[in-house]
């Protein structure tokens, strides 16, 4: 069974550092582009990228390139969504997410989310 | 590169409910369209401009023509009332985005 396991919900401080995570089991973790999705509190869902493990190979929304940075492990089979500097509006549900058939969308697979909340 | 939905869609149980989505890409693209219901990850209901994943009830359909896809569920039930997004690839084909959303609420 494929499963995405997120980290545990986050409550930091504007201008500090962070990085999630998002473990898959029950498939082969370096064949299938794993993605990330934000959704603010009560907004819409936003694309933020998507990374491929095998290679690395890493695509951002425009919206997000150089506000994030997102990474793998091949090894322990983890994705990572990473911010420097932590802003009031980065408080969202973010959610890791699978691509189905080997491409790069639609997600046929997501965690369980993981919250941010960015509060002074 | 945005797809634009409408917000809001009212239907009372048994009607219809059309769910529409905008892009320039979309003739080049497939639409993805996916029911969000509170505190869940979304699901995709419907692939690929018209293709129901196993599972889907059959009261859900999607069509696409030109810039615009629709997603239609006949015989509105109260278990549909959800966020329904749709997702499409830009014309390069890497980079996804979703649609701002629209709440269907069922009267």
């Known amino acids: 069974e494929v499963q995405l396991v997120q980290s545990g919900a986050e409550v930091k401080k504007p201008g500090e550092s962070l990085k999630i995570s998002c473990k898959g089991s029950?498939?082969?973790?370096?064949?299938?582009?794993i993605g990330w999705v934000r959704q603010k509190p009560g907004r819409g869902l936003e694309w933020m990228g998507i990374?491929?493990?095998?290679?690395?190979?890493?695509r951002y929304s425009p919206s997000f390139q150089g506000q994030v940075t997102i990474s793998v492990d091949k090894s322990s089979s983890t994705a990572y969504l990473q911010w420097s500097r932590l802003k009031a509006s980065d408080t969202a549900n973010y959610y890791c997410a699978r691509p189905a058939g080997g491409g790069t969308g639609p997600f046929d697979y997501w965690g369980q989310g993981t919250l941010v909340t960015v509060s002074s | 590169y945005e797809l634009t939905q409408p917000p809001s869609v009212s239907v009372s149980p048994g009607q219809r409910a059309r769910i529409t989505c905008s892009g320039d890409a979309l003739p080049q693209q497939f639409t993805y369209w996916y029911q969000q219901k509170t505190g869940q990850a979304p699901v995709v209901v419907m692939s690929?401009?018209?293709e129901r994943p196993s599972g889907i009830p059959e009261r859900f359909s999607g069509s696409a023509s030109g810039t615009t896809a629709t997603l239609t569920i006949s015989g509105v039930q109260a278990e549909d009332e959800a966020d329904y997004y749709c997702?499409?690839?830009?014309?390069?084909?890497?980079?996804?985005?979703f649609g701002g959303g629209t709440k269907v609420t069922v009267l």
């Open positions: 029950g498939y082969r973790f370096s064949t299938s582009w």
């Open positions: 990374i491929d493990p095998g290679d690395s190979e890493t």
């Open positions: 690929k401009d018209n």
């Open positions: 997702q499409s690839a830009d014309s390069s084909g890497k980079y996804w985005v």
